[in-house]
């Protein structure tokens, strides 16, 4: 069994950055492709980044060029670097993890609201 647990969101302004940490209760050394979908409300969970273990990244349209995941092993930690946020970025941002099983482990979840 996996937990995440998430951290770093917030209220933050237009055009301002915001780092979310995701935390695994165990080594992540063997886990697989990590990353963040966010969830607006009244709409679908959406694919926001994905690292895989040798850290190729893959990022949804919406977000390249402004957000950047990374990944370290040794914190068993993946984060995700928000610069230039937009009132559209504003979600409930859940982390999550392949690792053991066909479904992907998920985290309970981190509020980011960008408003003015």
């Known amino acids: 069994q996996v937990q995440l647990v998430e951290s770093g969101g917030g209220l933050v302004q237009p055009g301002e950055s915001l780092k979310l940490s995701c935390v695994a209760s165990?080594?992540?050394?063997?886990?697989?492709?990590m990353g963040w979908y966010r969830q607006a409300p009244g709409k679908q969970r959406e694919f926001v980044a994905g690292?895989?273990?040798?850290?190729?990244?893959n990022y949804a349209d919406s977000v390249k060029g402004r957000f950047t995941i990374s990944r370290d092993n040794a914190k068993n930690t993946v984060s995700l670097q928000m610069n230039s946020l937009k009132p559209e970025d504003s979600a409930d941002y859940f982390c999550?993890?392949?690792?053991?099983?066909?479904?992907?482990?998920w985290g309970q979840g981190t509020r980011v609201t960008v408003s003015s």
């Open positions: 690292i895989n273990s040798s850290g190729g990244t």
């Open positions: 999550y993890a392949y690792y053991d099983k066909v479904a992907p482990y």
């Open positions: 165990r080594s992540i050394f063997s886990f697989g492709v």
